[in-house]
């Protein structure tokens, strides 16, 4: 979602469960960090996101309420974090 120019947004943000093995860390975060190993774009960076909460979720390590719900606002073609762009030329 983009907030129109002088609008607000809403934030909430969850840190995982206590029982959680990663604890204390905040969901966002955590799910980020892990995904970003396997991620070129940063539309494979969300993809995997998406990947890891689903097995968490279904593995009962995670409730489904924690679920982030992120988007990549722009290219989603773009390199991820600390990849090298795929466009880039030797001229």
């Not at 969850?14 to 093995?21: A, I, R, T, V």
């Not at 204390?24 to 494979?44: H, K, M, N, Q, W």
């Not at 991820?80 to 030329?89: L, Q």
């Amino acid at each position: 979602m983009k907030a129109q120019p002088g609008t607000e947004l809403a934030c909430r943000a969850h840190n995982l469960p206590p029982d959680h093995p990663a604890q204390p860390r905040g969901v966002i975060s955590y799910f980020a960090t892990a995904a970003l190993a396997e991620a070129a774009t940063l539309g494979d960076w969300l993809a995997r996101i998406e990947a890891l909460v689903q097995f968490e979720v279904e593995a009962n390590l995670l409730p489904a309420f924690y679920r982030p719900e992120l988007c990549v606002l722009g290219d989603r073609s773009h390199a991820a974090p600390g990849k090298a762009t795929s466009n880039s030329s030797n001229s």
